[in-house]
């Protein structure tokens, strides 16, 4: 069996690599993709078509395969490259339009999307709604033309920079069951009643919770049919995923900072990579690292295949999210005292190892926790009863 990529993956690989070090330059040490935000960055990768590398040709994408998107999350990762102000646009509210979104709505937003115009921000999480999002309870009530919108979202990545919410909101509080009551609304931060603060993090990152006061939306607002939006949330996730799945190429980027600080760095006199349990602690992590790539290159052949890989995405996710932990904490006992150095000048590696290990910590509630994770896979993937 194959595992590598076709020569057309291949040049494409590298065509991404040449610009990524013309863009950057050499001295460019960016944190982690979702910190680095630049629309000027983003509209240089608008102007090369890549916003839109696994879009079809019919909504203006390159209508690439799921195997080329992932070539490309994975060189964005790899170089650390500022994908903020569009990776929620580009693999989450995009992909969702172009399936469940209205006539109106795909011009309206995904020309937009792939000239690098809109930012969005994913209101999902609210105070009594983080792993379990079917809790949600933002409401979105029927009032003439428009629908009245109250509520609060916690956690909410780049909401002080968004143009657009893409967010969840209850619009029927009747429902039998929780997560048959919930629209998805895309919803301009414009709008009068929505006050965004900001929240500061151990890991020196903002994020933001947003309050909604009596904010009313027209009746456009709504992505697909009314209390399908569960549905539509499940789908936006998955897709997520493929770029998700390269953010091991981000892990790797780490993993060979350490190996090589190990090959060069004396500690009682000899080498650190001579030590055996440092050895062992980082052929392990080589042998995570290869396992989260297939991980990745199997949830993009699956889509690429048509399917939904609800279990496999889970999968891909708990797997990253805690090969990062183990990561984190591999280079920081090797760094020993160094390691929680901030950035200066006596910071091995600018300082990241310290941000990387808070940072980690997160990895294994954001996007889902992994305990929920890992009872979507029982239920999806091996057919177990519901809890």
Not at 21 to 34: A, F, N, S, V
Not at 43 to 55: E, I, P, R, T
Not at 60 to 83: I, K, N, W
Not at 261 to 290: V, W
């Amino acid at each position: 069996m194959d595992f590598g990529f076709t020569p057309e993956e291949e040049a494409f690989r590298q065509e991404i690599r040449e610009f990524l070090r013309q863009e950057l330059g050499p001295e460019h040490k960016g944190r982690t993709p979702l910190e680095l935000f630049s629309r000027e960055f983003t509209k240089k990768l608008a102007a090369k078509g890549w916003l839109g590398v696994g879009w079809p040709t019919e909504y203006g994408g390159l209508g690439r395969p799921y195997t080329q998107q992932l070539v490309y999350s994975e060189e964005m990762m790899q170089s650390r490259a500022p994908c903020g102000a569009h990776i929620l646009a580009q693999n989450m509210a995009g992909p969702a339009l172009f399936r469940v979104g209205s006539e109106e709505q795909k011009k309206e937003f995904l020309t937009r999307i792939l000239r690098g115009e809109l930012v969005f921000c994913l209101g999902y999480t609210e105070p009594d709604a983080g792993s379990d999002l079917a809790n949600c309870q933002t409401t979105a009530l029927l009032d003439g033309d428009e629908y009245v919108v109250n509520g609060q979202k916690l956690f909410t990545s780049f909401a002080g920079q968004a143009d657009y919410a893409w967010m969840t909101v209850r619009t029927d509080p009747d429902a039998p069951k929780k997560h048959r009551g919930i629209s998805m609304f895309i919803v301009d931060m414009k709008t009068p009643g929505i006050t965004v603060g900001e929240l500061d993090t151990m890991w020196d990152y903002s994020l933001y919770e947003v309050f909604f006061d009596n904010v009313r939306v027209p009746k456009s607002a709504v992505v697909g049919e009314l209390n399908q939006g569960w549905h539509y949330l499940t789908v936006a996730l998955d897709h997520e995923r493929v770029f998700m799945g390269g953010v091991v190429a981000l892990h790797r980027h780490l993993f060979e900072d350490i190996v090589q600080y190990a090959k060069t760095t004396y500690r009682n006199g000899k080498l650190i990579s001579e030590d055996p349990i440092i050895r062992q602690r980082l052929a392990q992590l080589a042998i995570d690292l290869e396992i989260g790539r297939l991980f990745a290159y199997r949830v993009a052949w699956l889509l690429g295949k048509g399917t939904i890989p609800f279990a496999e995405a889970s999968m891909t996710k708990i797997f990253t999210s805690e090969l990062e932990r183990r990561l984190a904490n591999t280079a920081m006992q090797i760094l020993g005292l160094y390691g929680p150095l901030d950035k200066g000048a006596r910071a091995p590696l600018d300082g990241y190892v310290g941000w990387e290990y808070k940072f980690s910590l997160m990895q294994a509630v954001g996007g889902g926790s992994n305990e929920i994770e890992r009872i979507l896979i029982a239920i999806a993937g091996l057919g177990l009863p519901r809890p």
